[in-house]
């Protein structure tokens, strides 16, 4: 299990553009959006077929997003061992 929190940093005046193209990442989930000043908040989570690194990647590659920093990293193998045990 991965699960990473991310700041982004959206421009202004694409932002509609930034969430939906956020929203077709696989392992993404936006918890907060401030419009005015292009932030995001949101986590990655690794899943069957893509990983918190691939997600993390196609955030940067969005254009209309300026920054995103990873702000949380949590990961713990062992859980999904027993999970999948």
């Given at each position: 299990?991965?699960?990473?929190?991310?700041?982004?940093?959206?421009?202004?005046?694409?932002?509609?553009?930034?969430?939906?193209?956020?929203?077709?990442i696989?392992?993404?989930?936006?918890?907060?959006?401030?419009?005015?000043?292009?932030?995001i908040v949101?986590?990655l989570?690794?899943?069957?077929?893509?990983s918190?690194?691939d997600?993390l990647l196609?955030?940067?590659?969005?254009?209309?997003?300026?920054?995103?920093?990873?702000?949380?990293?949590?990961?713990?193998?062992?859980?999904?061992?027993?999970?999948?045990?």
């Amino acid at each position: 299990m991965n699960i990473t929190g991310v700041l982004v940093r959206a421009l202004p005046a694409r932002f509609p553009e930034a969430l939906a193209a956020l929203r077709n990442i696989a392992g993404v989930e936006i918890h907060a959006a401030e419009e005015d000043g292009g932030r995001i908040v949101l986590t990655l989570e690794d899943g069957a077929g893509y990983s918190v690194e691939d997600s993390l990647l196609k955030v940067h590659l969005i254009d209309c997003i300026s920054d995103a920093a990873l702000v949380y990293q949590y990961s713990d193998e062992n859980l999904m061992k027993e999970m999948t045990a």
